[in-house]
């Protein structure tokens, strides 16, 4: 069995995890210690050859060696703004310990936490080969990805989202979308960036759920008006799964055409969507019917019309 180092994966195990509100206040952070049971706080120090990859809403992203493993990994740094830094400590702990528990063949795999007073950040295995996003829209080695490849990554995200919704409590991810898969060096899918997730008590109504962030396009249309919100929470990454769907076998941008959000929005909530026609999705897609009727009722305007990952 491993224990001991968060650099080994798969052993997610039941733990105690140490809240971050029980962290000291007076700004002296364990350096050394672990946050939870297995997940370990790497030292800043320790993290060199620094590369910038990429900046997003809430952090920055580089890759750096790890000076012991000698392995690369990834960083997300988030600004330590003096003001800011006891909440955005927490939140990041959050989502640290959240990673953590959802161990699994397809989230990214979290190697530890960088919690120091000017520099903290979450470590994570390194993703060589970017996003989905880049892998589908950008110019790369790759001009053809084969069908088999697309349908792969779709069913390996279908299979990660599965295990998210089916944890105790479920783990709604909230965030979906192409920027937040990761590839590794085989191209298979990590689901990354639980920024917006939320532990799901079955029980529990759904008041507290907030706006999601980030793109308008994998924003399913009952949360364009937070007051009407209310059971459509859980069906959230089915839509945008099916979005993303749509955008792997087309390999293009969702409402391309749209000049704003507010047009998207518009018409979304009209009940338009991707267009599914040979066009856009070629007839050689293999089960092209199969995959056009799960994405249409993936995105179908009555959440109830979904399907669900989550076991009855
Ligand atoms: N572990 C990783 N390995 C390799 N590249 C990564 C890793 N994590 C993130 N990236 C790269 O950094 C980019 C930025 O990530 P980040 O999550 O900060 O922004 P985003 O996904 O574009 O938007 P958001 O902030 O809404 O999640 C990703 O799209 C990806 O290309
Ligand atoms: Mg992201």
Redesign the pocket.
């Known amino acids: 069995m491993m224990s001991g180092s968060s650099a080994s994966t798969g052993s997610s195990g039941e733990h105690s995890s140490s809240s971050p509100a029980q962290y000291p206040r007076d700004n002296v952070y364990p350096r050394t210690s672990c946050i939870s049971s297995n997940l370990q706080v790497i030292p800043y120090h320790k993290l060199v050859d620094l590369r910038f990859?990429?900046?997003?809403?809430?952090?920055t992203?580089h890759?750096a060696l790890h000076s012991d493993w000698r392995t690369r990994v990834?960083v997300?740094f988030f600004p330590s703004d003096r003001h800011l830094v006891d909440r955005e400590r927490d939140k990041i702990l959050k989502e640290a310990e959240i990673l953590h528990k959802a161990r699994f063949s397809y989230i990214?795999p979290i190697l530890g936490i960088c919690n120091e007073e000017e520099n903290i950040g979450i470590v994570?295995?390194?993703?060589p080969n970017?996003?989905l996003?880049?892998l589908l829209h950008e110019d790369n080695p790759f001009p053809e990805i084969s069908w088999p490849l697309r349908i792969r990554i779709l069913y390996e995200i279908a299979l990660g989202v599965n295990f998210l919704h089916n944890m105790s409590p479920p783990l709604l991810h909230h965030?979906l979308k192409t920027?937040?898969i990761?590839l590794d060096s085989e191209f298979h899918a990590k689901i990354?960036?639980f920024?917006l997730s939320k532990w799901r008590m079955l029980s529990q109504s759904l008041s507290d759920h907030n706006p999601p962030?980030?793109t308008i396009i994998y924003m399913p249309p009952e949360l364009y008006d937070p007051e009407k919100n209310s059971r459509g929470s859980v069906k959230h990454d089915m839509y945008s799964y099916a979005i993303i769907m749509w955008e792997v076998l087309s390999r293009k941008q969702p409402y391309e055409g749209a000049t704003n959000p507010m047009q998207i929005m518009f018409s979304v909530a009209k009940g338009n969507r991707p267009d599914t026609s040979e066009e856009s999705l070629p007839s050689d897609i293999p089960h092209r019917d199969l995959f056009v009727s799960i994405m249409q009722s993936g995105w179908a305007s009555d959440p109830n019309d979904r399907p669900a990952f989550l076991s009855e």
């Not at 994570?124 to 993703?127: D, H, K, L, V």
């Open positions: 990859i990429n900046k997003g809403a809430y952090g992203v890759s990834a997300k990214l994570t295995e390194y993703m970017g996003s996003n880049q965030d920027p937040n990761l990354a960036d920024g962030g980030g």
